[in-house]
């Protein structure tokens, strides 16, 4: 018996529900795959399906087979696929996730200079600003902001920026500009609900740290929403550098506090636990570094680069 077809069959069988659907996709005869199955029960001295009148379920063994079988799957594709890159160049499909506004505004525009390097190449972009399961979704590489709460993770720090308080000309004409971190405290602040925002900002200056708690009308799940509330002259905001670039650039928003610090934010290349990093990850990851580089976004240098895993 092949053992990886027999892992491929088994691994169809219980993602397509059934023998006779499992067939179809593999493009083989149904009696085929249930004597493949039967095999590597026989094999393996357990019960992998239960079956029934309403289809297959895996056993507790069942499950646990084919996670691992699927996983290893996976490794051999991967592997293939490194050997075929090294010959022929990048090619197959790229999948990576990023968060919503980050992508829209430093990745997603120079990703026509990535694929005409690498003509044979297909992305596949995830948007989503929530932390999402890689292995999951069958996500290559994420570009992730802030900690990294999962400390099995294999992950990189490929950049940093400053954190600024930001906010329109309009707004600070009409609430006035804060001179110390205590003044924010009679300011409407736009509040980022997720990871790495709240209510609470520390401040430091020559050593000396102070924590503001802020409130507002607003508080908003996604960096968009951040930036369009700003941009209305609602309120101000905690953002990174990233977020508001061409408005700082061309002053439709202005930084205040200058002279004190908030703690940065990085910018990490995180790859799936337990699988092999491909040589099309390794080089998307390389294209980031060097396209904010290029911006004069990245104060991490590749050699500064951290890797957690």
Known sequence: MDRMAAMETYVSVVEAGSFSAAAKRLKLG?????KSVAQLEARLGVRLLLRSTRGLTPTDAGQRFYEHARRAIEEADLAEQMVRDMSTGLSGVLRVSAAVTFARLHVLPALKVFMDRHPNLQMDVVLDDRTIDLLERGVDVALRMGSLDDSAMTARRIARSRRLVVGTPGYFAKAGVPRSPADLSQHQAVVYSLRGGGESWSFSQNGKEVAVVVSGRMSVSAAEGVRTTVLGGM???????????????????????????????????????????????????????????????????????????
């Open 30 to 34: 149904q009696p085929a795959v249930s």
């Open 235 to 309: 309120g101000l905001a905690i953002a990174s550098e990233w977020m508001f670039s061409p408005e700082l650039a061309d002053g439709t928003v202005q930084a205040v506090l200058p002279d004190w610090e908030l703690p940065p934010i990085d910018l990490w290349a995180v790859f799936p636990a337990g699988r092999l990093v491909s040589e099309k990850a390794r080089a998307f990851v390389a294209f980031v570094e060097e396209i904010l580089a290029a911006a004069g976004s990245n104060s991490v240098t590749p050699s500064e680069g951290e890797l957690a895993d």
